[in-house]
């Protein structure tokens, strides 16, 4: 399994965030809404104010973000961004693994949103043991309800 870490992100990591923004939503955005540079960078900015951004870090490297919300019930990735040049050696499956495994231990569910044009993610929430539970116009909700340990 890929090793990884998070750390936490604040407003002066806004270059980062915006980066990896760029290269993992913007095309999806794009095609749906058109982009605005300006609009984008003021919401991922005032976005970061929140504190639930984190960096995924690997090999010393970021190579990512996710958002993470908490709440009695759940646990919520709201954002999984993993740089393109990163993809495809495990980092996201094991950062999803590790989150399954904590609301297993916690005995609760996991959710996440995902594009429904990003296929390649839905397969692999799908192997992973994610269901949809959930449709908006543009997006897939998921869900992983853990067995009890």
Not at 43 to 53: P, R, V, Y
Not at 67 to 72: D, G, H, I
Request: aromatic share 8%; charged share 25%.
């Amino acid at each position: 399994m890929t090793g990884f870490t998070l750390e936490p992100l604040t407003a002066a990591d806004g270059d980062f965030r915006m980066e990896v923004f760029r290269a993992t939503i913007k095309p999806y955005l794009d095609d749906l809404f058109g982009w605005d540079e300006a609009t984008q960078t003021a919401i991922i900015l005032d976005q970061l104010k929140g504190g639930s951004h984190s960096a995924i870090v690997t090999g010393g490297q970021r190579v990512g973000i996710v958002q993470v919300e908490a709440s009695e019930d759940a646990i919520s990735l709201r954002q999984i961004e993993i740089l393109p040049r990163f993809q495809g050696r495990g980092i996201g499956t094991a950062m999803v693994r590790s989150f399954m495994d904590r609301c297993g231990r916690k005995g609760k569910l996991l959710t996440l949103h995902v594009f429904k044009s990003n296929t390649s993610a839905l397969r692999l929430y799908e192997r992973l043991g994610f269901r949809v539970s959930g449709q908006g116009e543009h997006d897939i909700e998921m869900t992983y309800t853990p067995t009890l340990r």
